[in-house]
């Protein structure tokens, strides 16, 4: 069965610090690993991975796929009240049919208190 | 680009009825469309998958006779939920695929179905 596991499920940590958010995933036909961040809405994209060992970086933020461990990390450094929110792991995948899609995990929820 | 929208934003019924809901892809031709349910703190679930003109491919355990799809044209899908009941009340959201070397999918905004 496909699935993927994110860890911590829930985590408060204080403004400037940093955090890492973990996704390990067992997935058929593996094609890219994605982030999403979701406040009250749908997820905004933060990153897709599709190669190990390449650090992908936007600001504060950057995560690393390692495709031989199955997992990928994302980092915030300096963590600000407004990246509170639920951050999703998706893994695009082909479960041996035509159609790639994409599995979630049940998301980290991240509260950075002032 | 790559900009997905959604209609009704949110929409309450009585149970019983039945509920359309919307998903545009609005500056590029989606060949495929991807929807999603998600319940109250948990993570999205992929309900089904449709390709421009073909059936839908529905994931297991999803009704594909209470949750119609229809992906009509390039850049409209419609789910409608048949004879909802308070248990089908959940955001729905929509994401199509479809920019040329591009296999990202582009979220809309959701829908937040509420059955009474």
């Known amino acids: 069965e496909d699935k993927v596991v994110q860890s911590p499920l829930s985590l408060v940590v204080h403004e400037g610090d940093t955090v890492t958010l973990n996704c390990s995933y067992e997935?058929?036909?593996?094609?890219?690993l994605l982030w999403y961040k979701q406040e009250k809405k749908a997820p905004t994209f933060l990153f897709m991975l599709?190669?190990?060992?390449i650090e992908k970086k936007s600001g504060r933020l950057s995560s690393i796929l390692d495709k031989k461990e199955l997992f990928s990390i994302l980092n915030i450094t300096a963590t600000q009240t407004g990246d509170s929110a639920i951050y999703l792991c998706?893994?695009?995948?082909?479960?041996?049919?035509?159609?790639?899609?994409?599995?979630f995990g049940k998301g980290t929820l991240l509260t950075v208190n002032p | 680009g790559a900009v997905v929208s959604q209609h009704p934003s949110r929409v309450i019924c009585k149970s019983g009825t039945s509920v359309k809901i919307e998903c545009r892809s609005l500056?590029?031709?989606?060949?495929?469309m991807f929807w999603y349910r998600q319940f109250p703190k948990q993570s999205l679930m992929l309900m089904a998958t449709?390709?421009?003109?073909?059936?839908?491919?529905?994931e297991q355990g999803v009704e594909k006779d209470k949750f119609l799809i229809n992906h009509a044209s390039l850049t409209l899908s419609t789910l409608t939920v048949t004879s909802a009941h308070p248990e089908d009340s959940s955001f729905y959201i929509c994401?199509?695929?479809?920019?040329?070397?591009?296999?990202?999918?582009?979220f809309g905004p959701g829908t937040r179905l509420t059955v009474t």
């Open positions: 449709s390709n421009e003109g073909s059936k839908a491919t529905y």
């Open positions: 994401s199509a695929s479809g920019l040329p070397e591009s296999y990202e999918q582009y």
């Open positions: 599709t190669s190990s060992g």
């Open positions: 500056d590029f031709q989606a060949t495929t």
């Open positions: 997935v058929t036909n593996f094609r890219s």
């Open positions: 998706a893994v695009e995948h082909n479960s041996g049919g035509s159609n790639y899609k994409l599995t």
